[in-house]
């Protein structure tokens, strides 16, 4: 049986950073990883999609050459180029990641599946590693829903949809919401015909009405078809296609040539025998953790997509400097001191921080909100850019900024000048007198904010 200082189970965006400041310090580390080097992010989430959202963004403007003055002939797009594109971009990171983990001094790499075998043991292949420090970066994964029929297709998820090199005739998305869109978006123009089916009322259901509307609005302008409030019956396979059932609005079904199942996320934490240890779970299998990601065990803690407290590449590095800094700098950080933010990556993109609208007349606040189209932002009507709005929400007596949400071009990098102001703990007002650069998206915050309205159905409103 080896022994190590710290024992590190996953090398998605925690992982490696940990494992490189332990390692720094001195101190004998081992870390496990099953799969791809890097995780979810780098090999099958953030970097490929984003990558590939690049080259439809390219194959849109390419087609709307005509509103800025050029021609360029008849956009096709070569899925073998783009897939190869892609594959550079992430192997970049992928090996990045392993590269620099298997040329760490004072760090070892095992490539293997890891479970525990009791609280300080963990078995990583043919060997068993013991430690007093036992970090779970274990990452989630798809979810399947359980819909009759399923198990009959060949449905792709977000891992699949990464081997794909050819057009899909017809894509069916099941799942409305951030990974189906940004997915259903960038095939509809490579040239897919792309339907979206949600079961739930609207779209990105965790954002506002008016978001979900607007959004509704910028995928069915791209020709995209939108079900909502779909009850899905069933699915099967009926020759080249794959149908699905469904309850919609005098909808009975949808054909298409493939199906993505974008439904939810789910923590890869059913085989790490977590029994074995004692380490709780959730009802979802998510890992239970304190406020500094702590779990049930002492010395064992869960950082990133494991332990429920965050889905993001930023919520998992912000884990790690979370850990790192309460184990070796003897600060006392946690996790309630974020401040929640995200981005989807349709195009315009949407930026989001803080609170939404209905949380903020649910929290009962005096709320003041101001709201601006991005066809009155001269840089956005300036790049013929247009969709979408900024909206901003925020305290009427302590002037603190509740949220924001940013749809729109340049909307992911506008948030941040809000993000920072929140950080800052200073009030809405300093970012009203603050000069932004002209022509940006961002200068037009401060114009936002001298327009606040009360909040209807708030206390202020
Ligand atoms: C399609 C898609 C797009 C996304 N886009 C964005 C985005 O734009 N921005 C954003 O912030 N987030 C995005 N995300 C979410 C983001 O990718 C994840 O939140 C992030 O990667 C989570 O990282 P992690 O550190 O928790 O673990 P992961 O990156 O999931 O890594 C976990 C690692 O642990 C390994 N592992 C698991 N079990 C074991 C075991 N028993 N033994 C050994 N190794 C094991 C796995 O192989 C994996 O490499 C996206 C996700 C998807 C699916």
Redesign the pocket.
């Known amino acids: 049986m080896a022994a190590y200082d710290a024992i590190i189970?996953?090398?998605?965006?925690?992982?490696p950073a940990l494992a490189r400041r332990i390692a720094g310090s001195g101190m004998q580390v081992a870390i496990?990883?099953?799969?791809?080097?890097?995780?979810?992010?780098?090999?099958?989430?953030?970097t490929p999609?984003?990558t590939l959202v690049a080259s439809a963004y390219a194959a849109h403007v390419a087609r709307r050459g005509a509103d800025y003055g050029f021609s360029a002939g008849d956009v096709k797009v070569d899925m073998k180029r783009v897939k190869a594109r892609k594959d550079h971009v992430v192997g970049l990171s992928n090996h990045g990641v392993e590269r620099s983990l298997k040329h760490l001094e004072n760090c070892r790499v095992f490539e293997?599946?890891?479970?525990f075998v009791s609280p300080r043991e963990v078995q990583?292949g043919s060997e068993v590693l013991t430690s007093d420090r036992i970090f779970l970066?274990?990452?989630?994964r798809?979810a399947a829903p359980n819909i009759p029929g399923l198990e009959r297709v060949d449905y792709l998820t977000?891992r699949s949809m990464m081997d794909i090199d050819f057009l899909p005739r017809h894509l069916l998305v099941l799942g409305g919401s951030?990974?189906g869109l940004?997915?259903g978006q960038m095939y509809r123009r490579f040239g897919s015909e792309v339907s979206v089916v949600e079961l739930g009322p609207r779209l990105v259901s965790r954002e506002d009405e008016d978001v979900s509307a607007a959004i509704t609005d910028i995928l069915a302008r791209e020709g995209i078809t939108v079900l909502t409030a779909a009850k899905c019956l069933g699915v099967d396979k009926e020759g080249n296609d794959i149908v699905i059932k469904v309850d919609c609005g005098g909808i009975s079904e949808l054909r298409g040539s493939h199906l993505l199942i974008a439904t939810g996320?789910r923590p890869?934490t059913d085989?790490?025998g977590l029994d074995r240890a004692g380490v709780r779970q959730d009802e979802r299998g998510y890992i239970v953790v304190d406020d500094e990601l702590r779990t049930s065990v002492p010395g064992i803690w869960a950082?990133?997509?494991?332990n429920g407290k965050?889905?993001?590449?930023?919520?998992?590095w912000n884990d790690y400097e979370i850990v790192a800094a309460n184990l070796f700098d003897g600060e006392r950080r946690r996790v309630s001191d974020r401040i929640p933010a995200?981005?989807l990556?349709i195009d315009p993109p949407l930026g989001r921080v803080g609170m939404t609208e209905a949380d903020v007349r649910k929290s009962g606040r005096p709320a003041l909100i101001g709201k601006l189209a991005m066809e009155d932002v001269s840089r956005a009507f300036e790049k013929g850019e247009t969709e979408g709005f900024m909206k901003i929400l925020v305290d009427a007596e302590t002037k603190e900024i509740l949220g924001a949400s940013f749809l729109g071009t340049g909307g992911d990098e506008a948030i941040h000048c809000v993000l920072d102001t929140m950080y800052a703990k200073a009030p809405y007002t300093l970012l009203e007198r603050a000069m932004h650069i002209h022509p940006t998206v961002s200068e037009f915050v401060p114009t936002m904010l001298e327009d606040l309205v009360p909040l209807a159905g708030s206390v202020a409103g």
């Open positions: 189970i996953g090398t998605g965006q925690a992982g496990v990883e099953r799969g791809r080097f890097g995780g979810t992010c780098i090999n099958t989430g953030c999609t984003k293997a599946h890891a479970r990583a970066n274990v990452g989630a798809a977000n951030y990974i940004e997915f996320r890869n085989d790490l950082l990133g997509d494991c965050g889905a993001f590449t930023h919520t998992s995200h981005a990556y």
